[in-house]
């Protein structure tokens, strides 16, 4: 099938391969739209590097199944480039740029070199420019996979964090929610509220809604759950911060809280969690610096 | 989905309580196209009649359907691990509740909100 082209192309690389790296790296680094964020020496290093490979890789004789494993070494060097070019905040296009920018070195010798006939030479721009193509979708493919690992670990990383587990006094604990209410969320916030009650002892945990949007069945029966896994390692929920509407809403649905003990405002929350330990406090007017 | 509906419920001057009914019950009828209904398509249309304007969504999937629709309106009735409490809660935080349903032929529930 293609053994004329395989021919040419290893003829062509082991005479001119100083010649052809130098016009690539050159190429790569006067593309107006290169972005900064690739260092030069890396470049360098690997355009050295993948025209190594790829010259072992396509004297095997197959320019057309890249995923055979003669390829591999050229498709896994590949990927590693992409998924760093991909944290260092690169564009899959200037990624994918990296093989389409080799088709004009190779392809101006092609052209001139080796005595082939015009209709070979084009027959071989023509199976030369697919494996390209191939190899430029395979490192727009690794790209896009690495975007989107660093994609779930922020945001797992994100929900770990807009949901931390406050002591705010001996005994108390306090959990701001803040966004949707779904099954991932609530499995790390309870994780987190019954480690926290375990290691601070503490027999009141305070889930205030306020910065959830809806509180429908699904969230609800989240919440509910949440109350009882509490109430097994011995401590209390209140829920505070449940406005009208949603409260209005609730009632609606038919869902039965009367058992879950309710605070409109987390201020109301910390008052009754305090009073419940045996806190009593006493404002001395003649010493108070804020007025209400 | 959660965010177009408030957008057009605050746009045709809804109180924010009928907004979060709205709001609720889209999430409800949601789910359910997605748990129950193997996914599907809702509509969102903001009608004008003479003397009154609203809000109208359509659920529509082309999954199980319902065989009883009867039993699954019952306040706790679940075929998972739900509340059963999103069709009958639905139908109560709207106006008009409309749901139509053939075993193996999907479901279409289309509900109303006016102003
Ligand atoms: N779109 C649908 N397609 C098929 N079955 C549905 C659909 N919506 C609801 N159901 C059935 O009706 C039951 C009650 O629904 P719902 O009141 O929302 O409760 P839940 O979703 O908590 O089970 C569901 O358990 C399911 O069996
Ligand atoms: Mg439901």
């Given amino acids: 099938m293609t053994s004329e082209t395989v021919v040419a192309l290893s003829k062509l690389i082991s005479e001119f391969k100083a010649e052809i790296l130098s016009e690539w790296i050159d190429h790569q680094l006067k593309d107006p739209a290169r ?21 072992v890789a396509a004297a095997k004789g197959n320019l057309v199944d890249i995923s055979k494993p003669e390829w591999e070494e050229v498709q896994h060097m590949l990927s590693e480039l992409s998924a760093t070019r991909a944290v260092q905040g690169s564009t899959p296009t200037d990624t994918a740029k990296f093989i389409f920018s080799l088709k004009q070195p190779l392809f101006n010798r092609l052209n001139t070199a080796h005595g082939q006939t015009t209709s070979e030479a084009a027959k071989s721009v023509w199976e030369l420019s697919l494996l390209l193509d191939k190899l430029g979708l395979h490192t727009t493919e690794a790209f896009q996979r690495t975007r989107e690992s660093v994609i779930r670990r922020q945001q797992k990383e994100m929900m770990e964090m807009s949901t931390p587990v406050i002591k705010i006094w001996e005994g108390v604990l306090a959990v701001p929610l803040i966004g949707t209410l779904d099954s991932a969320r609530t499995q790390i916030v309870m994780e987190a509220l019954l480690q926290k009650i375990v290691d601070t002892g503490s027999k009141i945990a305070i889930l205030d809604i306020t910065g959830v949007p809806t509180v429908d069945t699904q969230t609800a029966q989240h919440l509910m759950k949440t109350v009882a896994a509490t109430r097994l390692m011995g401590a209390e929920c209140i829920i505070s911060g449940i406005r009208p509407q949603i409260a209005q809403t609730i009632v609606h649905l038919g869902i039965d809280i009367n058992d879950i003990v309710t605070k409109a405002t987390m201020a109301d929350a910390i008052k009754e969690a305090l009073y419940r330990g045996g806190w009593v406090f006493e404002r001395q007017l003649d010493s108070a610096s804020i007025s209400r | 989905m959660r965010s177009a509906v408030k957008m057009h419920a605050e746009d045709i001057g809804f109180s924010k309580l009928n907004q979060t009914k709205i709001v609720t019950t889209a999430s409800e009828l949601g789910r359910n196209v997605l748990e129950h209904g193997n996914g599907g398509r809702v509509m969102i249309e903001h009608i004008k009649e003479l ?27 679940t075929s998972k691990c739900g509340l059963g409490l999103g069709l009958s809660g639905s139908k109560r935080l709207m106006d008009d509740f409309e749901l139509v349903s053939q075993p193996n032929n999907g479901t279409t529930i289309t509900v109303t909100k006016w102003t």
């Fill in chain 1, 35 to 55: 972005s900064q964020s690739v260092p030069e020496a890396s470049i360098r290093t690997n355009s050295a590097e993948f025209i190594k490979l790829f010259e």
């Fill in chain 2, 51 to 77: 003397d009154r304007s609203g809000l109208r969504m359509i659920f529509q999937d082309e999954g199980p359907g319902i065989d009883n629709v009867e039993k699954a309106l019952v306040d706790g009735y």
